[in-house]
């Protein structure tokens, strides 16, 4: 009621201003009635006046931009133009804050991984994140307002928002590349709908993996046991001689032979995969490796090859010592079994100027098709199959290696051309490989280092 008082004061003024001019008029007219009228006339007018004074400059203040403040006026007017303006400033802030919640609220969304896409009731996009535009290749400016199923045509996507069933996700192949999206709507509002999209390629990817592996390993146990259950039911029917017996046996003895090397290959896949990286630091000299590798080969090659595995390295490695010794067996083994009688096997060994080392295995065998090799390493993969399985192989050898030598910090490179040969390369980084000869070296730095850190 602050204004009360000066409205009064100004009333007050106004009756005196009345007053005023009524004595002056009676002075001058000598009319009672004249100055009585012209009196009221002028206190009244000059309120108005300063009514209508103030309300215009509020007036104006209201039509502008009202960045500056309202008129500061006395009385009714001031305390009006006040009020109104506090109100306003008060909206403002709150629709700032609302602003700046929805922006941060819209950038955690924009920021998430999964595709959300909000539509109207006429299946028309109102907004949708960065994510939602990849999945769905949409431009998120240029497609808004426009509806969804005219940008999207996939027949499986329009069905499922058609239908309003969304009980189930919909999983969607993008059509670009191998993408596959998991799609799930949600009603809110009146008729609105919140479409998240989820890319799970890799996921579908590593189920289909999951999938072969299980098949191939079961199918690769199934023919030896096939083989094995077969013999049994002959042996358990038929008389038959020592000499049809043995030889029984001995096809027995090979498949079950081929089921625990099976095994046997799983099993270090599994453990290469579930185990910690190898430590940097344990030495394991290549030549006594190597001299292992070699007297298996030989023993496989029964002098059918010329074989030159054993070269002077006088170097180690660091790593898990049955980890490389699988890694280079594997490729000195293929290079025999896919080599023909009366080829040759070479083993080298070579420091890299960067100081990596490579160790070389180079056949003369049967060699290797172009369109094979980026596929060599998948488990299971194999080019010749029956030569494959003849010689014992279980197409999980070259996926052992590459994994060696990932976990090793290492490379497998293979090049091979048919008819003529391959070479398999092992690359393992400088920090891997040392002269036998810097052993001491080694630990002097060591000792130096850790010296100079006390
Ligand atoms: P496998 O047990 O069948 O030998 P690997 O994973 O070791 O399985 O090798 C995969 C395939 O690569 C083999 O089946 C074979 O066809 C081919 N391969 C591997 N090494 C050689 C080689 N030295 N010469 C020719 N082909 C090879």
Not at 126 to 148: E, K, S, T, Y
């Amino acid at each position: 009621m602050t204004w009360l008082l000066p409205r009064l004061l100004m009333a007050l003024a106004a009756v005196g201003l009345g007053f005023v001019v009524g004595v002056l008029v009676r002075a001058a007219s000598g009319s009672e009635a004249l100055s009585l009228g012209l009196g009221v006339l002028a206190g009244v007018a000059a309120l108005l006046l300063v009514d209508a004074v103030r309300g215009n400059r509020l007036l104006n203040w209201l039509r502008g931009n009202q960045l500056d403040s309202a008129p500061r006026d006395t009385g009714l007017w001031g305390e009006l133009g006040y009020r109104v303006e506090r109100a306003m400033r008060d909206r403002d802030r709150a629709l700032a804050r609302g602003r700046v919640e929805l922006d941060q609220f819209l950038s955690a969304i924009e920021a998430s991984p999964n595709g959300v896409l909000m539509l109207d009731r006429q299946e028309q996009i109102v907004w949708c994140n960065r994510a939602a535009a990849d999945h769905f290749a949409l431009d998120p400016r240029r497609d808004l307002q426009q509806r969804i199923t005219n940008l999207v045509r996939a027949p499986a996507f329009v069905a499922y928002l058609q239908a309003g069933r969304y009980a189930e996700p919909l999983v969607l192949g993008t059509g670009r590349g191998p993408g596959t999206l998991s799609i799930i709507v949600r009603e809110y509002g009146e008729g609105m709908r919140l479409v998240l999209s989820l890319d799970v390629t890799e996921r579908v990817r590593a189920e289909a993996m999951r999938r072969d592996f299980v098949a191939n390993v079961s199918h690769e146990i199934r023919t030896p046991l096939t083989v094995l259950s077969g013999f049994i039911e002959t042996l358990q029917a038929l008389p038959l001689t020592p000499v049809e017996r043995d030889r029984m046996l001995l096809l027995m003895a090979q498949q079950t032979q081929r089921m625990q090397t099976l095994v046997a290959d799983l099993l270090t896949l599994a453990q290469l995969e579930g185990s910690p990286r190898p430590a940097p630091d344990r030495w394991v000299a290549l030549d006594s490796l190597l001299a292992r590798v070699a007297a298996d080969a030989e023993a496989l090659s029964a002098g059918r090859h010329a074989l030159r595995l054993r070269p002077a390295t006088g170097v180690e490695l660091a790593g898990i010592e049955s980890e490389l010794l699988s890694a280079v067996a594997n490729l000195v083994t293929n290079a025999v079994r896919y080599t023909p009688d009366g080829g040759e096997v070479e083993l080298t060994w070579r420091l890299l100027e960067d100081g990596s080392g490579e160790l070389a295995i180079v056949d003369t065998g049967l060699g290797i098709a172009r369109e094979h090799i980026p596929r060599l390493t998948e488990r299971f993969y194999r080019v010749d199959g029956s030569r494959s399985r003849e010689t014992g192989g279980t197409g999980l050898g070259l996926s052992i290696v590459k994994h060696v030598m990932q976990r090793h910090g290492g490379e497998l490179m293979i090049q091979s051309e048919v008819g003529r040969g391959s070479r398999f390369r092992l690359v393992f980084p400088a920090a891997r490989v040392r002269q036998s000869g810097d052993v001491a070296l080694g630990d002097e730095a060591a000792f130096a280092a850790s010296a100079a850190a006390q």
